[in-house]
Nanobody, 115 residues
Framework: QVQLEESGGGLVQAGGSLKLTCSASGGVSSLSTMGWYRQAPGKERELVATVTGHGPKNYADSVKGRFTISRTTNWSAIFLQMNSLKPEDTAVYYC?????????WGQGLQVTVSS
Protein backbone atom coordinates (compact mmCIF):
# COMPACT_ATOMS: atom_id res chain seq x y z
CA GLN A 1 0.00 0.00 0.00
CA VAL A 2 1.20 3.49 -0.81
CA GLN A 3 2.35 5.49 2.20
CA LEU A 4 2.02 9.26 2.29
CA GLU A 5 3.83 11.71 4.55
CA GLU A 6 2.92 15.38 4.60
CA SER A 7 4.97 18.35 5.72
CA GLY A 8 4.92 22.13 5.54
CA GLY A 9 1.81 23.18 7.45
CA GLY A 10 1.71 25.87 10.07
CA LEU A 11 0.48 29.32 11.02
CA VAL A 12 0.55 32.22 8.57
CA GLN A 13 -1.03 35.64 8.34
CA ALA A 14 -3.70 36.41 5.79
CA GLY A 15 -2.11 37.22 2.46
CA GLY A 16 0.87 35.00 3.16
CA SER A 17 2.07 31.80 1.53
CA LEU A 18 2.77 28.21 2.49
CA LYS A 19 3.99 25.21 0.54
CA LEU A 20 2.81 21.74 1.46
CA THR A 21 4.75 18.62 0.51
CA CYS A 22 3.48 15.06 0.32
CA SER A 23 6.13 12.35 -0.01
CA ALA A 24 4.88 9.06 -1.43
CA SER A 25 6.41 5.59 -1.21
CA GLY A 26 5.44 1.97 -1.65
CA GLY A 27 4.69 1.46 -5.31
CA VAL A 28 3.29 4.74 -6.59
CA SER A 29 1.80 4.37 -10.06
CA SER A 30 2.07 7.05 -12.73
CA LEU A 31 -1.50 6.11 -13.67
CA SER A 32 -2.82 7.31 -10.35
CA THR A 33 -4.46 10.51 -9.21
CA MET A 34 -2.89 12.37 -6.32
CA GLY A 35 -4.10 15.46 -4.62
CA TRP A 36 -4.95 17.53 -1.60
CA TYR A 37 -8.15 17.68 0.40
CA ARG A 38 -8.99 19.75 3.45
CA GLN A 39 -11.38 19.65 6.35
CA ALA A 40 -12.30 22.67 8.42
CA PRO A 41 -13.87 22.33 11.89
CA GLY A 42 -17.51 21.34 11.61
CA LYS A 43 -17.32 20.86 7.86
CA GLU A 44 -16.96 17.92 5.52
CA ARG A 45 -13.68 17.08 3.84
CA GLU A 46 -13.44 18.80 0.46
CA LEU A 47 -11.25 18.60 -2.60
CA VAL A 48 -8.60 21.28 -2.95
CA ALA A 49 -6.61 20.16 -5.99
CA THR A 50 -5.67 16.99 -7.86
CA VAL A 51 -3.21 15.98 -10.56
CA THR A 52 -3.43 12.88 -12.73
CA GLY A 53 -0.84 10.74 -14.42
CA HIS A 54 -1.30 12.32 -17.82
CA GLY A 55 -1.14 15.82 -16.48
CA PRO A 56 -4.56 17.46 -16.06
CA LYS A 57 -4.99 19.41 -12.85
CA ASN A 58 -8.22 20.13 -11.09
CA TYR A 59 -8.84 22.88 -8.54
CA ALA A 60 -11.68 23.84 -6.25
CA ASP A 61 -13.21 27.14 -7.34
CA SER A 62 -12.31 28.66 -4.00
CA VAL A 63 -8.57 28.21 -4.57
CA LYS A 64 -8.23 28.79 -8.32
CA GLY A 65 -5.63 31.43 -9.08
CA ARG A 66 -4.15 31.19 -5.57
CA PHE A 67 -3.05 27.56 -5.18
CA THR A 68 -0.87 25.50 -7.51
CA ILE A 69 -0.45 21.73 -7.39
CA SER A 70 2.65 20.11 -8.86
CA ARG A 71 4.52 16.84 -8.71
CA THR A 72 7.92 15.33 -9.26
CA THR A 73 8.41 13.46 -12.55
CA ASN A 74 8.74 10.13 -10.76
CA TRP A 75 5.64 10.72 -8.60
CA SER A 76 7.67 10.50 -5.40
CA ALA A 77 6.14 13.73 -4.15
CA ILE A 78 3.44 16.26 -4.81
CA PHE A 79 3.31 19.85 -3.66
CA LEU A 80 0.71 22.49 -2.98
CA GLN A 81 1.87 26.07 -3.26
CA MET A 82 -0.66 28.24 -1.46
CA ASN A 83 -0.53 32.00 -2.03
CA SER A 84 -2.78 34.86 -0.93
CA LEU A 85 -4.02 32.75 1.94
CA LYS A 86 -7.31 33.67 3.60
CA PRO A 87 -8.66 32.83 7.05
CA GLU A 88 -11.23 30.57 5.37
CA ASP A 89 -8.36 28.41 4.13
CA THR A 90 -7.79 27.31 7.72
CA ALA A 91 -8.21 23.54 7.86
CA VAL A 92 -6.46 20.22 8.20
CA TYR A 93 -4.99 19.39 4.80
CA TYR A 94 -4.73 15.77 3.68
CA CYS A 95 -2.72 14.21 0.88
CA UNK A 96 -4.55 11.55 -1.13
CA UNK A 97 -3.53 8.80 -3.55
CA UNK A 98 -6.00 6.88 -5.73
CA UNK A 99 -5.44 4.15 -8.28
CA UNK A 100 -8.40 1.95 -9.31
CA UNK A 101 -9.66 0.48 -5.99
CA UNK A 102 -6.59 1.52 -3.99
CA UNK A 103 -6.67 4.66 -1.89
CA UNK A 104 -4.33 6.09 0.73
CA TRP A 105 -4.47 9.16 2.95
CA GLY A 106 -1.80 11.07 4.78
CA GLN A 107 -2.07 11.84 8.46
CA GLY A 108 -3.13 15.45 7.89
CA LEU A 109 -1.49 18.83 8.38
CA GLN A 110 -2.89 21.81 10.22
CA VAL A 111 -2.88 25.06 8.25
CA THR A 112 -4.03 28.11 10.18
CA VAL A 113 -4.44 31.52 8.57
CA SER A 114 -4.82 34.42 10.96
CA SER A 115 -6.65 37.60 10.02
Amino acid sequence: QVQLEESGGGLVQAGGSLKLTCSASGGVSSLSTMGWYRQAPGKERELVATVTGHGPKNYADSVKGRFTISRTTNWSAIFLQMNSLKPEDTAVYYCNYRRLTTESWGQGLQVTVSS
